[in-house]
């Protein structure tokens, strides 16, 4: 935990003294006789903030109790919550007050509402004597606002073990307008080479298992500070839960009554863990969400794991090989066959051809153009991402087309490289045109494929404009009325602590000529 982070009584009595030096009176918690006092600081994972609306946005922490604080934290605990105008925390906005225990591992959700469209907020929490960091977060503009620049991180895949999170150092300080994560968030397995740091534990399976696994993630410094800077927006991918999990199937086919406990477990520790409203329903949670920012775009994230078809054609070894011959395996091309689930898939379709934005954004988490290998056998697969799925992802690219949705970016992680490419309904056809344009972003940490796969997905995909898996980072957005710019930053492998970064390469999309095009 950094100096910067940790709360101390000596801490907490001058920013009471700021506050009352500022012209407020001492807060009403100063000195209350029920009021928790801590041995040690638990609001040891930082603070976080997500969903941002015109009016309001998602406020999170977690009290992480040490031993020594084992008496206070059998009880119901009160987390109060203060939201301030400005840096210096001069300028309070509102306050209030939440009761966790430890059925919620001691997280905190707060929906702060009635604040302004596009204001900068910071934030922190106290409890007892203890105080939090504080964050810093942002509001979406008005839905009707002339915004003329809006920007963000794209960010997935950061496997603990196989590098430091040095990239979410670079994105906590710069100016966002939030963090779009689009999956792996944890990794439930081990990893090989290169290994920095250990998980410590064996895959989570109970509650109690990815409680952990979560709160080591949320250990990590940088990672604080990128949640401590932005709002974040968030879905997930198959880490979460399990390597490869298709809705209710884990790689090993576990009887699925007791593979959705284990998803249960991990649905209710991901909500624990992050600055969402909706906590899930047993196995079953809702996360892909719509957001508008002003007249300049409107962004839907997805969820591609919890709705979708068992994978085509599974090996012997079932999970062993994903990857193979499209001829082989007629159950690719079944039209019943979905990514989305028939909700989620209608909900977008009706979205896009609704949407009166320039920019239509989707954050979701895998890449969605072809990345089949031509082999003397035949052309490869990949069934785990959409070329597992190519009537759902033609089905919709079709509906794209259908309805005349312009300006359309699909924004995508999981597969460990930088990406840019161009999206037709029938893919790398010269004779189907090209309707929108797609960014994947590198991982944060885990280990991605050598040069040379790179170059030959690009050889079989001409599509696919540009494929680096080398090299670790993310991707920084910038989106006007004209046009959006993708910057591939990136760091060579393996991640070091005092990484730098550079820019792989950058692409630009005009507004009104769907394709990616070098800046
Ligand atoms: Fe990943
Ligand atoms: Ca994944």
Request: charged letters at 25%; aromatic letters at 8%.
């Amino acid at each position: 935990m950094s100096e910067k982070f940790s709360g101390s009584r000596r801490e907490f009595h001058r920013v009471a003294i700021g506050l009352a030096l500022a012209g407020m009176a001492a807060p009403l918690w100063a000195r209350p006789q029920s009021a928790p006092r801590w041995m040690s600081n638990p609001f040891a994972l930082g603070v976080a903030s997500g969903q941002p609306r015109p009016d309001s946005v998602v406020l999170w922490t977690r009290l992480v109790p040490s031993l020594a604080d084992a008496a206070i934290s059998g009880s119901a605990l009160p987390v109060k919550h203060e939201i301030f105008a400005d840096a210096e925390l001069r300028r309070p906005v509102m306050r209030g007050e939440t009761v966790t225990d430890a059925s919620r591992a001691h997280s905190v959700h707060v929906i702060a509402r009635g604040l302004q469209p596009q204001r900068d907020y910071w934030y922190r929490f106290t409890c007892g004597d203890a105080v939090s960091a504080v964050g810093h977060t942002r509001t979406a503009p008005a839905e009707d606002a002339a915004v003329q620049r809006m920007r963000f991180a794209l960010v997935s895949c950061q496997h603990y073990e196989q590098g430091y999170y040095t990239a979410h150092r670079e994105i906590a300080g710069r100016d966002l307008d939030f963090v779009l994560f689009v999956g792996d968030y944890i990794y439930e397995g081990g990893a090989s080479a290169p290994l920095v740091r250990r998980h410590g534990a064996r895959p989570p399976h109970t509650l109690d298992e990815y409680r952990v696994r979560h709160a080591l993630y949320k250990s990590d410094a940088d990672l604080q500070a990128a949640h401590a800077a932005h709002p974040w927006i968030v879905t997930w991918d198959d880490h979460e839960v399990v390597n490869d999990y298709a809705n209710d199937r884990d790689p090993a086919y576990t009887d699925p009554a007791v593979f959705l406990r284990r998803r249960a477990a991990a649905y209710q520790a991901y909500f624990e863990h992050m600055p969402l409203a909706l906590p899930p329903q047993g196995a079953s949670m809702r996360i892909h969400d719509r957001y508008v920012w002003g007249r300049l775009a409107e962004l839907w994230t997805l969820d591609c794991r919890q709705y979708r078809s068992h994978h085509a054609c599974p090996g012997a070894k079932r999970d062993s090989n994903r990857s193979l011959r499209e001829t082989a395996c007629a159950e690719l091309s079944d039209p019943a066959r979905t990514m989305l689930g028939a909700d989620q898939e209608r909900w977008i379709d009706q979205g896009l051809a609704g949407s009166t934005r320039r920019w239509k954004l989707i954050g979701q988490s895998t890449q969605m153009s072809a990345t089949g290998i031509e082999t003397p056998e035949g052309r490869k697969v990949w069934t785990d991402g959409w070329d597992g799925y190519p009537e759902a992802r033609r089905r919709f690219l079709q509906g794209v087309a259908n309805a005349g949705v312009g300006d359309l970016v699909v924004l995508g992680g999981d597969v460990h490289r930088h990406v840019a490419a161009n999206l037709r309904v029938r893919p790398n056809d010269p004779d189907s045109p090209v309707i929108a344009s797609e960014f994947v972003c590198t991982s944060i940490s885990s280990s991605g494929s050598s040069r040379a796969s790179m170059e030959r997905l690009r050889r079989d995909n001409p599509d696919v404009k540009h494929a680096r898996g080398d090299e670790r980072g993310y991707a920084y957005v910038e989106l006007t009325p004209e046009r959006m710019q993708c910057e591939l930053r990136a760091t060579s492998h393996p991640v070091r602590q005092d990484s730098v970064f550079s820019t792989q390469a950058d692409f630009v999309v005009e507004a009104g000529r769907p394709g990616v095009q070098d800046a």
